[in-house]
């Protein structure tokens, strides 16, 4: 399959291995982590102001990019799984609609605030998968505005950062994610200290949706803590190096403040590397409370430029809730707390480059950006899994044991071939909580040539039989 991602106003065509059931391949051979590992802080190369204007991709919804792969390469194999799930949700899809039209997108881009900046791409939202709260009189909604936000002063304050991506609030309905007030689009602000996070002048990309809204009685109660995507550009073959990292708003989302990284993959930035998308994942609350678990695929380095037969396909990471939001909201210090991926057990591999174990069995057909949201009718969690061309999901009692992925919607024979970003939204009073029923908000960006400009917000529900 082929995505169409942007260059200077240029079309590129890159090539991505959309029907996994097609690959085969032999299973991966376990390193140790001491000799996988790689030390991403050491090849993260300088960016000058004028390289922060620089020609990007624009980002648009798709998988993990495999530019100028080698066709040789066979599927990834996950380097260890546990025994498959039995799912429980017979999962029937109803209602696809259009919540938000194109035309709706470029209404609310002309009132947005700040301005828009980007007249190329115009509002590129949503250009990640959406953070979604109640509010009193109905949802917040945060997700990226994927375009250029130029450094601009608008009504006496400075604005923009000179990078692509944003976070964008709406207030809206689940039938109107846009609403009709204007979309406040800001972009994350540089930590205090700059030695928070030292790599912020190297992204070209920071965007970010997924949010999480602090309770009562923790560290931070009522403020917003959000899961931000960021990239680096690989230069050499015009893709990127994707993280992620945290950021806060204490003012419901009218500014955010970077928090520093959190996760990285294991093999580390490189210049002439594969493009990788890490996803927009979102924090998950353990099975006993104590702690923050975040879902995305692993890169194992394996001493080339290519990954195509050293992903695991679904790992996870992990710090304690406390501690997390102590640092986040530390008045005189705010900062990301570290987490740790899981390998052979806990409290060994760094969130920063460390090795990984693959949580979803070894039949597991299906990979990509993952985003997971517990069931409280089905006492499980969910995975939803963007795998190109079709949305795959997948389900455990305890987030670290997980049932063979299967299809849940299926848009190859789309003829718009459409990127996506997917959103699972409980209609309870906690939205990120699933029931039964629940909807599935997602990006439908048409790969017809119309890019931004034909995108939508669609929306089908899901109920478990």
């Not at 994350?188 to 030292?198: F, G, H, L, M, T």
């Not at 060994?348 to 480059?353: E, I, K, V």
Request: glycine share 8%; net charge negative; hydrophobic share 35%.
């Amino acid at each position: 399959m082929y995505y169409l991602t942007q260059r200077s106003h240029v079309l590129i065509l890159v090539a991505l291995f959309a029907a996994p059931l097609a690959w085969s391949g032999a299973a991966v051979a376990q390193d140790s982590p001491q000799d996988r590992s790689q030390d991403s802080s050491q090849v993260t190369p300088d960016v000058t102001a004028a390289d922060q204007d620089a020609p990007h991709i624009t980002k648009v919804p798709h998988g993990p990019t495999a530019k100028d792969a080698p066709a040789e390469q066979v599927r990834p194999v996950a380097t260890a799984a546990s025994p498959a799930v039995t799912q429980v949700c017979s999962a029937k899809v109803t209602d696809n609609k259009i919540v938000t039209t194109a035309e709706q997108r470029l209404k609310a881009g002309n009132i947005a605030e700040p301005p828009l900046t980007d007249s190329a791409n115009g509002f590129a939202w949503p250009d990640t998968e959406l953070g979604v709260v109640k509010t009193g009189q109905g949802y917040a909604f945060f997700g990226s505005d994927g375009a250029f936000h130029a450094r601009q002063n608008w009504e006496e304050q400075n604005f923009g950062n000179n990078k692509y991506g944003s976070v964008t609030r709406t207030l809206g309905t689940l039938d109107n994610p846009l609403g009709t007030e204007p979309p406040i689009d800001v972009t994350i602000k540089p930590n205090p200290d700059p030695a928070v996070n030292p790599f912020y002048a190297n992204y070209d990309y920071m965007g970010g949706g997924p949010v999480f809204r602090v309770p009562n009685g923790q560290p931070g109660a009522g403020n917003l803590l959000m899961v931000y995507h960021a990239e680096i550009n690989t230069i050499t073959t015009q893709s990127f190096y994707s993280v992620f990292a945290l950021a806060a708003s204490t003012d419901e989302g009218m500014t955010w403040t970077d928090l520093g990284e959190i996760v990285r993959t294991n093999q580390g930035y490189r210049t002439d590397m594969d493009g990788y998308d890490i996803g927009d994942s979102n924090l998950v609350i353990s099975p006993d409370g104590k702690y923050f678990y975040i879902y995305f695929a692993d890169w194992l380095a394996n001493g080339t430029t290519h990954w195509l037969t050293t992903i695991n396909f679904l790992t996870v990471a992990r710090a304690p809730i406390d501690s997390v939001l102590q640092a986040a909201f530390d008045e005189k210090h705010p900062r990301a707390f570290a987490f740790e991926k899981r390998y052979d057990g806990w409290n060994f591999n760094q969130g920063m480059g460390g090795y990984s174990r693959d949580v979803l069995p070894a039949a597991a057909p299906y990979w990509g950006p993952t985003r997971v949201n517990w069931n409280s009718e089905l006492q499980r969690y969910q995975a939803f899994i963007d795998n190109g061309n079709l949305i795959a999901y997948a389900e455990s009692p305890d987030g670290l044991t997980w049932s063979v992925p299967t299809v849940l919607k299926d848009f190859s024979n789309d003829p718009n071939q459409p990127g996506f970003y997917v959103t699972p939204v409980g209609l309870g009073d906690a939205p990120h909580v699933l029931g039964n029923q629940f909807y599935i908000l997602y990006t439908y960006y048409p790969n017809n040539g119309q890019g931004w400009a034909g995108a939508s917000v669609r929306r089908f529900t899901v109920s478990c039989q």
